[in-house]
């Protein structure tokens, strides 16, 4: 499905991060990271190409509407993996982002980013 397609995760729950790495490799992906960071996440995108992300709302360091933004703005697909709602600084940018509830299975997130890479 994915091809070896780059996949940044970017997730601060240890093994949420490890169960959405194992999807992504199954789904024929490659992990970028996971990191735990907006900060992390940025340098990340500076360094390497990226074809898709799955972005968890609230990091160790801050929202993640900066590296949203960032990928948004340069027309990466991602997928927001979530117990909460959008931050609202997000949610107010851009209101058709991808979002998924945390009590979903990280191969249906990896699903619907597949979706969205392919369309």
Known sequence: MLDGAPI????????IAMDLADAVRAAG??????????????????DAPVAGAILDCHL?????SPLAQVLLGIGTPLVVYTGSALPQALAQWRTEIPMIRKSE????????LVALICD
């Open 8 to 15: 940044l995760i970017v997730e601060d729950e240890p093994f």
């Open 29 to 46: 992906g490659s992990v970028i990271g996971p990191v735990t960071t907006v900060r992390e996440g940025l340098a990340l995108v500076r």
């Open 60 to 64: 160790k360091d801050r929202d993640v």
């Open 105 to 112: 299975s990280p191969g249906e997130v990896v699903a619907l």
